[in-house]
């Protein structure tokens, strides 16, 4: 099964950034789509960032213009990158891939998540 561990959450006062990190146990050139979604209790998980194979990115318009979303092929890694952080980014952020073939159903894997916090 493909792992997937995230890092580099923590509490961060308002204003302030932090870059998430995605760790793959195999090349990520295999996935399609790669991305981070976030959920805050008692709230629906939600897309924040999205890149594709083909090197488009998506982001929710409540992020976009302040998260960045990459890659490090080299290293099997996925970056978020977190500036101007708001009090309503408070959440636990998920890495997300997805893997899709004509030939066989669509695999994609969850990472375990990591808290972000944003104090005011």
């Known amino acids: 099964q493909v792992q997937l561990v995230e890092s580099g959450g923590g509490l961060v006062q308002a204003g302030g950034s932090l870059r998430l990190s995605c760790a793959a146990s195999?090349?990520?050139?295999?996935?399609?789509?790669m991305g981070w979604y976030r959920q805050a209790p008692g709230k629906q998980r939600e897309l924040v960032a999205r890149?594709?194979?083909?090197?488009?990115?998506n982001y929710a318009d409540s992020v976009k213009g302040r998260f960045t979303i990459s890659r490090d092929n080299a290293k099997n890694t996925i970056y978020l990158q977190m500036n101007s952080l708001k009090v309503e980014d408070t959440a636990t952020y998920y890495c997300y891939v997805l893997r899709v073939s004509a030939l066989m159903p669509k695999a994609e894997y969850w990472g375990q998540g990591t808290q972000v916090t944003v104090s005011s």
């Open positions: 890149t594709s194979s083909s090197r488009t990115t």
């Open positions: 195999e090349s990520i050139f295999s996935f399609n789509v």
